[in-house]
């Protein structure tokens, strides 16, 4: 997951980063910080932050010759 998924996440969710926060348990200054590309989480910080996401019904789309993206699981 890169800082634009997880922006795209976040805006298909309809989800604040304090929203993201409290799902992964992660603080929002991380969330912020790593949106910005201001730095990278620890990975075990990402791998929350995806599975919040992943939990709400976001599905990663990994590189496809168009370049990484996020969607909405069907009836999510």
């Known amino acids: 997951m ?3 998924q997880c922006r795209a996440a976040r805006g298909l ?3 604040t980063q304090a929203d993201l926060a409290q799902a992964s ?3 929002e200054v991380t969330i912020r910080n790593f949106e910005n590309e201001k730095s990278v989480p620890q990975r075990a910080s990402l ?3 995806r599975a919040a ?3 709400a019904g976001v ?3 990994a590189e ?3 370049g990484p993206g ?3 699981r069907k009836g999510g």
Do not use: H, P, T
């Open 2 to 4: 890169n800082a634009a």
């Open 13 to 15: 969710l309809r989800w």
């Open 25 to 27: 348990n992660v603080s």
């Open 47 to 49: 791998s929350v932050i």
């Open 53 to 55: 996401l992943e939990a």
């Open 59 to 61: 599905i990663f789309v």
């Open 64 to 66: 496809n010759g168009e």
């Open 70 to 72: 996020v969607r909405l």
